[in-house]
């Protein structure tokens, strides 16, 4: 494939995952809107989130694996096609309830996209610098998606109303579909089965996880319906691994997990989105509670993370190769950590510039050097028809960071309250959910420390042989 298309093929699935990323953001500004046309408040509000949420974690190993089998290129646009048309559904709702179902095919359509688009960068650019140089670029636009969006919301949402923040996504998916035919290789699909009772089984179970999870904070931990979901989601998720032990060809290969690499990896995801998403829900309820500020300057109070984020995986990129992804892991592990411990400082009438600029900035550092890393130790070592499924394990990793770690956090926060509405049982709620989400990165990070990675000369194995001849097919093609 010439360098030039190369290039214009990482800035097609760079946007795509920025559209995955901040399809939870960008609806956050929008939130109030939204709850005034319909006159909806509480949880049927929150279920706009949710649905995208539960969709997305719930189809993220199937998407994974009908890409690795039906062809990466084919899955991807059906994926981002399916998002822009949720997209316009959303954006002409005439009630909530299609808001809700549109939200949830969203879900749908990143969870196809996602993991394809890993899939194709590995298959584009040949392991080596070229990849670790387009993985810090994707690394960038995904860590620094979610701020990108929370400001481009609350923009959109003032300047144009909320049905805006949807009609934007339905353009940049229609630009990333004109440019798919033309710039990505053309797929094939593998002699292997979908595994369609293993793809319900787990589906079902992770989106009662995320069910349950979201619940948990507004029904209670203890009500029926919460306990009922995790219970079921416990018996899906131990039938789906029992299922998948007899299968000759399992959607999820458990001998993926054999891969020290991998399984670092997916620690570092869960970790690194249990911080970052934790300080993300607690910071606005902070500046906008205690200091006053609106939800568009709360938002801007994180743009610095996206520009940090940049400008920091690019400097990682320079050093990554299979013998830096540990010890980038665990740099960034120990960066968010530190990072959010900062905010711990945080008074009832506190200052940007001293109390929180200096922790984003932290923070931040450590997203960007994590991310590449990360999403490379995802692949290592893996036959290239699995990269697909491998993408999908850690963004699900991923997702429970930002769902169950979260919920952790809220827990410790209304614990530590009381229940308490005065600024400072508020705020010793939130120091205390900042020390559990400081001591979890740190502890991520000691234990990727002590994970013994293979020498470099291990892992090139009958994989990376593989992964030769479909970058060359790949290039005729």
Same mark, same amino acid.
């Given at each position: 494939?010439?360098?030039n298309?190369?290039?214009?093929?990482?800035?097609?699935?760079?946007?795509?995952?920025?559209?995955?990323?901040s399809?939870?953001?960008?609806?956050?500004?929008?939130?109030?809107?939204?709850?005034?046309?319909?006159?909806i408040?509480?949880?049927?509000?929150?279920?706009?989130m949710?649905?995208?949420?539960?969709a997305?974690?719930g189809?993220?190993?199937?998407?994974?694996?009908?890409?690795?089998?039906?062809?990466?290129?084919?899955?991807f646009?059906?994926?981002?096609?399916?998002?822009a048309?949720?997209?316009?559904?959303a954006?002409?709702a005439?009630? #909530? !309830? *299609? =808001? %809700?179902? +549109?939200?949830?095919l969203?879900?749908?359509? @990143?969870?196809l996209?996602? /993991?394809? &688009? $890993?899939?194709?960068?590995?298959?584009?650019?040949?392991?080596g610098?070229?990849?670790?140089?387009?993985?810090?670029?994707?690394?960038?636009?995904?860590a620094?998606?979610?701020?990108?969006?929370?400001?481009?919301?609350?923009?959109l949402?003032?300047?144009?109303?909320?049905?805006?923040?949807?009609?934007?996504?339905?353009? #940049? !998916? *229609? =630009? %990333?579909? +004109?440019?798919?035919?033309?710039?990505?290789? @053309?797929?094939?699909?593998? /002699?292997? &089965? $979908?595994d369609?009772?293993?793809?319900?089984?787990?589906?079902?179970?992770?989106?009662?996880?995320v069910?349950?999870?979201?619940?948990?904070?507004?029904?209670?931990?203890?009500?029926?319906?919460?306990?009922?979901?995790?219970?079921?989601a416990?018996?899906?998720?131990?039938?789906?691994?029992?299922?998948?032990?007899?299968?000759?060809?399992?959607l999820?290969?458990?001998?993926?997990?054999?891969?020290?690499p991998v399984?670092?990896?997916?620690?570092?995801?869960?970790?690194?989105y249990?911080?970052?998403?934790?300080?993300?829900?607690?910071?606005?309820l902070?500046?906008?509670?205690?200091?006053?500020?609106?939800?568009?300057e709360?938002?801007?109070?994180?743009?610095?993370?996206?520009?940090?984020?940049i400008?920091?995986s690019?400097?990682?990129?320079?050093?990554?190769?299979?013998?830096?992804y540990?010890?980038?892991m665990t740099?960034?592990?120990?960066?968010?950590?530190?990072g959010i411990?900062?905010?711990?400082?945080?008074?009832?009438?506190g200052?940007?510039?001293?109390?929180?600029?200096?922790?984003?900035?932290?923070?931040?550092?450590?997203?960007?050097?994590?991310?590449g890393?990360?999403?490379?130790?995802?692949?290592?070592?893996?036959p290239?028809?699995q990269?697909?499924?491998?993408?999908?394990v850690?963004?699900t990793?991923?997702?429970?960071?930002?769902?169950?770690?979260v919920a952790?956090?809220?827990a410790?926060?209304t614990?530590v309250s009381?229940?308490?509405?005065?600024?400072?049982?508020?705020?010793a709620?939130?120091?205390?959910?900042?020390?559990?989400?400081a001591?979890?990165?740190?502890?991520?990070?000691?234990?990727?420390l002590?994970?013994?990675?293979?020498?470099?000369?291990?892992l090139?194995t009958?994989?990376?042989?593989?992964?030769e001849?479909?970058?060359?097919t790949?290039?005729?093609?």
């Amino acid at each position: 494939m010439p360098e030039n298309r190369r290039r214009w093929a990482l800035v097609l699935l760079a946007g795509a995952l920025a559209l995955d990323v901040s399809g939870v953001a960008v609806i956050n500004a929008a939130l109030p809107s939204i709850g005034d046309e319909y006159n909806i408040v509480g949880t049927t509000l929150q279920w706009t989130m949710t649905a995208y949420a539960i969709a997305f974690a719930g189809f993220l190993l199937f998407g994974g694996r009908v890409a690795d089998v039906l062809g990466r290129r084919k899955i991807f646009a059906v994926g981002i096609g399916l998002f822009a048309l949720a997209s316009l559904g959303a954006a002409l709702a005439p009630n #909530v !309830g *299609v =808001l %809700i179902a +549109a939200r949830a095919l969203q879900g749908i359509g @990143a969870a196809l996209s996602g /993991p394809a &688009s $890993l899939a194709l960068l590995s298959q584009i650019f040949p392991e080596g610098p070229q990849r670790h140089r387009a993985l810090a670029v994707y690394a960038a636009t995904g860590a620094s998606s979610f701020s990108a969006g929370l400001v481009a919301g609350g923009v959109l949402t003032d300047l144009l109303g909320w049905r805006s923040v949807f009609a934007f996504s339905v353009i #940049v !998916g *229609v =630009l %990333i579909l +004109a440019g798919v035919r033309a710039l990505l290789p @053309a797929g094939r699909r593998q /002699p292997h &089965s $979908l595994d369609i009772p293993g793809a319900v089984l787990v589906t079902l179970s992770i989106g009662l996880v995320v069910y349950g999870v979201s619940e948990g904070s507004e029904a209670g931990w203890g009500s029926v319906q919460v306990l009922v979901s995790l219970v079921l989601a416990l018996i899906g998720l131990a039938s789906f691994v029992a299922w998948e032990k007899g299968r000759t060809e399992p959607l999820l290969p458990l001998s993926i997990f054999h891969s020290r690499p991998v399984r670092a990896a997916s620690l570092t995801g869960a970790v690194f989105y249990t911080g970052v998403s934790g300080l993300l829900f607690f910071s606005p309820l902070y500046m906008q509670g205690m200091l006053g500020y609106s939800a568009f300057e709360s938002s801007l109070a994180v743009v610095p993370m996206g520009i940090v984020v940049i400008i920091s995986s690019q400097i990682a990129g320079r050093f990554m190769s299979p013998a830096a992804y540990k010890p980038l892991m665990t740099a960034s592990l120990l960066l968010i950590g530190t990072g959010i411990a900062l905010w711990v400082g945080t008074p009832e009438n506190g200052s940007y510039w001293t109390h929180m600029l200096p922790g984003i900035v932290v923070m931040s550092i450590g997203q960007g050097v994590g991310f590449g890393s990360m999403t490379a130790a995802t692949l290592e070592g893996l036959p290239h028809h699995q990269h697909g499924v491998a993408g999908a394990v850690n963004v699900t990793a991923q997702q429970i960071g930002s769902s169950i770690g979260v919920a952790i956090l809220v827990a410790v926060s209304t614990g530590v309250s009381g229940g308490g509405t005065s600024p400072a049982d508020q705020l010793a709620g939130f120091h205390a959910a900042y020390w559990v989400a400081a001591a979890i990165g740190l502890l991520g990070a000691l234990t990727v420390l002590l994970t013994k990675f293979p020498r470099a000369s291990a892992l090139a194995t009958p994989a990376a042989e593989e992964e030769e001849a479909i970058t060359v097919t790949a290039e005729r093609t």
